[in-house]
Structures are given as structure tokens and as C-alpha cells.
T-cell receptor
Framework: AQSVTQPDIHITVSEGASLELRCNYSYGATPYLFWYVQSPGQGLQLLLK??????LVQGIKGFEAEFKRSQSSFNLRKPSVHWSDAAEYFCAVGAPNFGNEKLTFGTGTRLTIIP | GAVVSQHPSWVICKSGTSVKIECRSLDFQATTMFWYRQFPKQSLMLMATSNEGSKATYEQGVEKDKFLINHASLTLSTLTVTSAHPEDSSFYICSASGGENYGYTFGSGTRLTVV
């Protein structure tokens, strides 16, 4: 069975500082990997996804993530955070089977930005 | 890109009543839709997968008689919470897939409060 672990429940960074959110997954083959962001009371916005190819994936809002098969990781990074990045971030894994795209989510990491 | 619309955004209902939540694919035909549930400050859990014209597949532990899912057309799936109770209060969110659109785009979610 597939699973996702986000080790950090809550992270606080200063505005302008760099950010890395950790994500480890368990899956039998090469999975589809995702990062979503959720603001309070809002839905999920897809930041980026990895299906195959280049292991460094660029997303929206200046985010990027790197797939490392040897470490079963898909960490999210941003070189300089903005106050508007404060939100909940979810890593998710899915099976690469079209029509069966149910996702398994991690427990989320809450990001707080301090001025 | 794929757009998934969900309605209503929030709803308050009395215990014992039923509530219907709609999930629509606006610019593509969704052969499959996924319904997730999110408890406060927790992650998202898949409730069920619905395929157009057939019965939904429910995840283990989800009561199919309480959470009725109908996917009668290629653009609309509905989730009806029957005889709602306060413990059903949650955030419900859907995603849809079809054509060239994988099911990784979510609706904006529905916050259900049962009083």
C-alpha cells in the first residue's frame, strides 16, 4: 500500500528566508508525486507534480521539488518565502493509472511566516 | 486547464436532515470523480471513487448508505450525506478525471456543519 510521510507538522520561517518541506513516500513502483497548498477554509491548489523525466520539477509561485528515488523523497523548496506563502502544504502520491488517480496524502505541514 | 467546480462552498444543516454536494467538471468530461473528506487540522482521506453510469466504489470504513454518490452524467457527480449528524461535520472535496485530464485538480471544497 502506498503511504506518504511529512515529518514536520509545523514550520516557522522568516520572510525572505529559504524553505524546504520534507516528504517521504512508500510505493511499489515509480509513483506520481504532488504538492498541494491549502489556505484556511479553502480548497487545494496544485503547486507541482512529478510524473517522469527531469527529477527537478518547477511549479507555480516559485516552488520547486526534487524527486530522489534512492531516498524515496520529494521535498518542496522555495528560495525566498513571502508572507502569502503561509498555509498548509500537503504532499501526495498516486498510482500512474489513468482513471484510478486516487491520491494518498501526507498529514500536512503548516507553514508560518514571521516578518 | 481542467476546472472542477463544487457547490455549495459551505452549508449548515440540522441533525437528521440530508445534504447534497455537487461536483462539476466545467471544461471536460469526467469519467471518474473522487470524493475526499478532511477533518479539522487533518489530512484528506479518500471516501469513494465514482465512475459515470456505474456504482461508486467506497473505501473501507465509509458507510455507503450514509454517503450516497451519484455520477449520472459526464460532468456531474453528487455526494448526499443522509441523516446527517454532528460527527459528519467536515470539509468535503472532490476531484475529477477524464479525457486528457488526470484527476489531480480539485474543487474548492464544501464545509459541512451539522447542528
Amino acid at each position: 500500500a502506498q503511504s506518504v510521510t511529512q515529518p514536520d507538522i509545523h514550520i516557522t520561517v522568516s520572510e525572505g528566508a529559504s524553505l524546504e518541506l520534507r516528504c517521504n513516500y512508500s510505493y511499489g513502483a515509480t509513483p506520481y508525486l504532488f504538492w498541494y497548498v491549502q489556505s484556511p477554509g479553502q480548497g487545494l491548489q496544485l503547486l507541482l507534480k512529478y510524473f517522469s523525466g527531469d527529477t527537478l520539477v518547477q511549479g507555480i509561485k516559485g516552488f520547486e521539488a526534487e524527486f530522489k528515488r534512492s531516498q524515496s523523497s520529494f521535498n518542496l523548496r522555495k528560495p525566498s518565502v513571502h508572507w502569502s506563502d503561509a498555509a498548509e502544504y500537503f504532499c501526495a502520491v498516486g498510482a500512474p493509472n489513468f482513471g484510478n488517480e486516487k491520491l494518498t496524502f501526507g498529514t500536512g505541514t503548516r507553514l508560518t511566516i514571521i516578518p | 486547464g481542467a476546472v472542477v467546480s463544487q457547490h455549495p462552498s459551505w452549508v449548515i444543516c440540522k441533525s437528521g436532515t440530508s445534504v447534497k454536494i455537487e461536483c462539476r467538471s466545467l471544461d471536460f468530461q469526467a469519467t471518474t470523480m473522487f470524493w475526499y473528506r478532511q477533518f479539522p487540522k487533518q489530512s484528506l482521506m479518500l471516501m469513494a471513487t465514482s465512475n459515470e453510469g456505474s456504482k461508486a466504489t467506497y473505501e473501507q470504513g465509509v458507510e455507503k448508505d450514509k454517503f450516497l454518490i451519484n455520477h449520472a452524467s459526464l460532468t456531474l457527480s453528487t455526494l448526499t450525506v443522509t441523516s446527517a449528524h454532528p460527527e459528519d461535520s467536515s470539509f468535503y472535496i472532490c476531484s475529477a478525471s477524464g479525457g486528457e485530464n488526470y484527476g489531480y485538480t480539485f474543487g474548492s471544497g464544501t464545509r459541512l456543519t451539522v447542528v
